[in-house]
C-alpha cells in the first residue's frame, strides 16, 4: 500500500478547508453510481444525521492520510466491517469497482477544488498525488492493481466512468434530502453548499439531478470562485488547515475512531503511549 510521505502531494491538497466547499460534490458523483445510490438508500443515515455521516468521512479521509500506522490500522478496521455490512440487491460495498468509483471521486473533487482555489498542482505533484490517492481505496481492500497507474489511466477511467453513470430516481430523492436537512444550522449554510455543488456538476449531470441553473446562478458561482481563490490563498496555513487539525483531534479523543457512546472513565481515549502524528498544518 502507497503511504503519503510528510511532502506528498496527497498531504498537501487533503489539508485544505477549501475542500470541503465540495463535499456535496463528492457526495452527487458517488451516488450518480446507481449501485452506490442504492447502498446509500437502504443504509446510510445521512438524511437524519448529515453531519455526523460527514464527521465519519472526514475522519476516515484525514486518518488515512495523517495517522499513525496504528491508528490507520484501526479505522480501516472499522470502517471495513461497517462496509461489510452495506450489502443489498446489485450493490456490495467492498466490491472492487465500487471502492474505485468512491475513491476515484474523493481523488477528483480534491485535485478539482485545489485548483480552483490554490492553483493548481504541476505535472509532476499530479502524478504522485494520483498515485498516493489510491490509498483511499485500497485501504478497504480495493486491489493495487485496479488503481490507475498514472495521470492519463485515471483521466480516461473517469471519461468512460462518468459517460456510464445512470442518475435515477434514488440518487435524485437523496439530492433532495442532501439539500433539505433538518437541522436549522445546516438549512442556513445549505445554499451555498447548494450553489458550490451544482455549480461544479457538469450541466447534463445538473439536468439529471433535476438541480436549476441559470445565468445569474452561473454568475454568484463565478464570483464565489474569484473571491476564494483570491482570498484563501493568503490565509495563514494554520487557518487553512483548522478543520483537518480539530478532525484528527477529535478522532484521536475518540481512540482512532470509535460509534459514538456516552463518555465514561477510560472510554474511547487513545493510549496514552500512542505516538502523536504530524497533522496537516505540519505537512
Same mark, same amino acid.
Given at each position: 500500500?502507497?503511504?503519503?510521505?510528510?511532502?506528498?502531494?496527497?498531504?498537501?491538497?487533503?489539508?485544505?478547508?477549501?475542500?470541503?466547499?465540495? *463535499?456535496?460534490?463528492?457526495?452527487?458523483?458517488?451516488?450518480?453510481?446507481?449501485?452506490?445510490?442504492?447502498?446509500?438508500?437502504?443504509?446510510?443515515?445521512?438524511?437524519?444525521?448529515?453531519? *455526523?455521516?460527514?464527521? +465519519?468521512?472526514?475522519?476516515?479521509?484525514?486518518?488515512?492520510?495523517?495517522?499513525?500506522?496504528?491508528?490507520?490500522?484501526?479505522?480501516?478496521?472499522?470502517?471495513?466491517?461497517?462496509?461489510?455490512?452495506? $450489502?443489498?440487491?446489485?450493490?456490495?460495498?467492498?466490491?472492487?469497482?465500487?471502492?474505485?468509483?468512491?475513491?476515484? $471521486?474523493?481523488?477528483?473533487?480534491?485535485?478539482?477544488?485545489? +485548483?480552483?482555489?490554490?492553483?493548481?498542482?504541476?505535472?509532476?505533484?499530479?502524478?504522485?498525488?494520483?498515485?498516493?490517492?489510491?490509498?483511499?481505496?485500497?485501504?478497504?481492500?480495493?486491489?493495487?492493481?485496479?488503481?490507475?497507474?498514472?495521470?492519463?489511466?485515471?483521466?480516461?477511467?473517469?471519461?468512460?466512468?462518468?459517460?456510464?453513470?445512470?442518475? +435515477?430516481?434514488?440518487?435524485?430523492?437523496?439530492?433532495?434530502?442532501?439539500?433539505?436537512?433538518?437541522?436549522?444550522?445546516?438549512?442556513?449554510?445549505?445554499?451555498?453548499?447548494?450553489?458550490? $455543488?451544482?455549480?461544479?456538476?457538469?450541466?447534463?449531470?445538473?439536468?439529471?439531478?433535476?438541480?436549476?441553473?441559470?445565468?445569474?446562478?452561473?454568475?454568484?458561482?463565478?464570483?464565489?470562485?474569484?473571491?476564494?481563490?483570491?482570498?484563501?490563498?493568503?490565509?495563514?496555513?494554520?487557518?487553512?488547515?483548522?478543520?483537518?487539525?480539530?478532525?484528527?483531534?477529535?478522532?484521536?479523543?475518540?481512540?482512532?475512531?470509535?460509534?459514538?457512546?456516552?463518555?465514561?472513565?477510560?472510554?474511547?481515549?487513545?493510549?496514552?503511549?500512542?505516538?502523536?502524528?504530524?497533522?496537516?498544518?505540519?505537512?
Amino acid at each position: 500500500m502507497v503511504r503519503p510521505s510528510r511532502e506528498s502531494p496527497l498531504r498537501q491538497v487533503t489539508a485544505e478547508a477549501s475542500l470541503l466547499g465540495g *463535499a456535496g460534490y463528492a457526495v452527487l458523483l458517488q451516488i450518480a453510481h446507481p449501485s452506490v445510490a442504492r447502498g446509500v438508500g437502504d443504509h446510510s443515515t445521512f438524511a437524519t444525521r448529515p453531519f *455526523a455521516r460527514l464527521i +465519519g468521512t472526514l475522519y476516515y479521509v484525514y486518518g488515512t492520510v495523517y495517522g499513525t500506522d496504528a491508528e490507520r490500522e484501526r479505522l480501516h478496521a472499522i470502517v471495513r466491517a461497517m462496509h461489510k455490512k452495506v $450489502t443489498g440487491p446489485g450493490y456490495r460495498a467492498l466490491d472492487d469497482d465500487l471502492l474505485l468509483w468512491v475513491a476515484a $471521486t474523493l481523488c477528483h473533487q480534491g485535485a478539482r477544488l485545489y +485548483g480552483m482555489t490554490m492553483g493548481g498542482l504541476d505535472d509532476e505533484e499530479y502524478a504522485a498525488y494520483v498515485r498516493e490517492a489510491a490509498v483511499l481505496g485500497t485501504a478497504l481492500g480495493l486491489s493495487e492493481e485496479a488503481w490507475p497507474a498514472g495521470p492519463a489511466e485515471f483521466d480516461a477511467y473517469w471519461a468512460e466512468q462518468t459517460a456510464r453513470l445512470k442518475i +435515477g430516481d434514488e440518487a435524485r430523492e437523496i439530492t433532495r434530502q442532501l439539500f433539505h436537512p433538518q437541522q436549522p444550522l445546516l438549512r442556513i449554510l445549505m445554499p451555498l453548499q447548494q450553489l458550490l $455543488t451544482t455549480g461544479l456538476l457538469s450541466p447534463e449531470m445538473r439536468e439529471a439531478f433535476g438541480l436549476p441553473w441559470s445565468d445569474r446562478r452561473q454568475r454568484v458561482f463565478d464570483a464565489v470562485v474569484a473571491t476564494t481563490r483570491t482570498v484563501y490563498p493568503r490565509l495563514p496555513r494554520s487557518v487553512r488547515t483548522l478543520p483537518a487539525t480539530l478532525c484528527l483531534r477529535s478522532m484521536r479523543r475518540n481512540g482512532g475512531w470509535v460509534r459514538p457512546r456516552r463518555r465514561g472513565r477510560g472510554s474511547g481515549r487513545v493510549a496514552s503511549g500512542q505516538p502523536a502524528a504530524a497533522g496537516p498544518a505540519g505537512a
